[in-house]
């Protein structure tokens, strides 16, 4: 008489198998936000829904948000943050604690900014390495030099924001009268055209300021070690946001950008605390 089957091993390797193929939809999807993402980059609104990618999003009178996908030829991509600023409708300040740095959030709150980005460089002292200039009061003087490619971003005394390269008009401090400075490198875009620098290949996280063609401010940010710096200004020159001058901030572990305005908010922090910011309120 043949030997019954035992049916009971097999029954349980079907569950496991079954169970296995179901979990596999439990696992996140890769896809072009997963940049983004490890960077600790958040964009939404307060519900915590994100933002369609190529539209500019209303905040409130004056602020808008945008995220883009950027690709470079070398096949380098992020998914890039924007944020844009009528300079009738806003105020802009440096930020400057050298002896207490502060995380961005730590800066939102001590100043209740509707927007902040990482300003120019410091060393390991938390002192900013170029000109600093913070409510009127000058904390360093010494300026990048006017043959280099180093770039001034100041307000005047008559609220006026100034953002060029220090080549060929370097600061003078007998003629210009700044309420706030700081300073970056190297200049990506000048009067709508490629500012021509030396730099390496290096990619990294990217902090950008810059001045449309319609003389609105934007910061924009590359959370991801994405890009290299020459690989960001021709992204920056050959993108659809009609830039006329841009400068590069201090990037890699500074590079940070908050927003919050109305019902948006943006949040990508830095990994180290900043004691150089830009404010805007």
Same mark, same amino acid.
């Given at each position: 008489?043949?030997?019954?089957?035992?049916? !009971?091993?097999?029954?349980?390797?079907?569950?496991?198998?079954?169970?296995?193929?179901?979990?596999?939809?439990?696992?996140?999807?890769?896809?072009?936000?997963?940049?983004?993402?490890?960077?600790?980059?958040? @964009?939404?609104?307060?519900?915590?829904?994100?933002?369609?990618?190529?539209?500019?999003?209303?905040?409130?009178?004056?602020?808008?948000?945008? %995220?883009?996908?950027?690709?470079?030829?070398?096949?380098?991509?992020?998914?890039?943050? /924007?944020?844009?600023?009528?300079?009738?409708?806003?105020?802009?300040?440096?930020?400057?604690?050298?002896?207490?740095?502060?995380?961005?959030?730590?800066?939102?709150? %001590?100043?209740?900014?509707?927007? /902040?980005?990482?300003?120019?460089?410091?060393?390991? !002292?938390?002192?900013?390495?170029?000109?600093? /200039?913070?409510?009127?009061?000058?904390?360093?003087?010494?300026?990048?030099?006017?043959?280099?490619?180093?770039?001034?971003?100041?307000?005047?005394?008559?609220?006026?924001?100034?953002?060029?390269?220090?080549?060929?008009?370097?600061?003078?401090?007998?003629?210009?009268?700044?309420?706030?400075?700081?300073?970056?490198?190297?200049?990506?875009?000048?009067?709508?055209?490629?500012?021509?620098?030396?730099?390496?290949?290096?990619?990294?996280?990217?902090?950008?300021?810059?001045?449309?063609?319609?003389?609105?401010?934007?910061?924009?940010?590359?959370?991801?070690?994405?890009?290299?710096?020459?690989?960001?200004?021709?992204?920056?020159?050959?993108?659809?946001?009609?830039?006329?001058?841009?400068?590069?901030?201090?990037?890699?572990?500074?590079?940070?950008?908050? @927003?919050?305005?109305?019902?948006? !908010?943006?949040?990508?922090?830095?990994?180290?605390?900043?004691?150089?910011?830009?404010?805007? !309120?």
């Amino acid at each position: 008489m043949p030997a019954k089957l035992d049916l !009971k091993p097999v029954f349980v390797l079907c569950l496991l198998v079954s169970f296995l193929l179901a979990s596999c939809d439990l696992l996140p999807s890769l896809d072009s936000n997963s940049a983004t993402a490890t960077s600790q980059a958040t @964009v939404g609104d307060q519900s915590g829904n994100g933002i369609p990618l190529n539209t500019w999003i209303k905040a409130k009178t004056g602020v808008e948000i945008r %995220q883009e996908h950027w690709k470079s030829p070398g096949n380098n991509e992020d998914i890039v943050t /924007i944020a844009r600023f009528d300079l009738k409708q806003v105020h802009l300040s440096v930020g400057y604690q050298p002896d207490k740095p502060l995380s961005t959030s730590d800066w939102m709150k %001590q100043t209740g900014a509707t927007a /902040i980005i990482n300003g120019g460089y410091f060393d390991e !002292k938390q002192t900013a390495t170029a000109l600093l /200039i913070a409510d009127g009061q000058t904390y360093v003087g010494s300026s990048y030099s006017s043959t280099g490619d180093g770039g001034l971003l100041a307000v005047d005394q008559a609220g006026n924001v100034i953002l060029r390269a220090l080549k060929g008009q370097g600061y003078d401090p007998d003629t210009e009268q700044l309420q706030q400075a700081t300073e970056g490198a190297p200049m990506f875009i000048t009067n709508g055209q490629r500012f021509q620098f030396n730099a390496n290949a290096a990619s990294q996280r990217r902090s950008v300021i810059a001045i449309d063609k319609q003389g609105r401010l934007l910061l924009i940010v590359s959370p991801a070690m994405a890009f290299s710096l020459d690989e960001m200004a021709d992204l920056l020159l050959n993108s659809d946001l009609s830039i006329q001058t841009a400068l590069n901030l201090d990037g890699g572990s500074s590079t940070s950008l908050y @927003v919050n305005s109305g019902n948006h !908010k943006v949040t990508i922090d830095p990994y180290t605390p900043l004691p150089i910011v830009i404010i805007i !309120k």
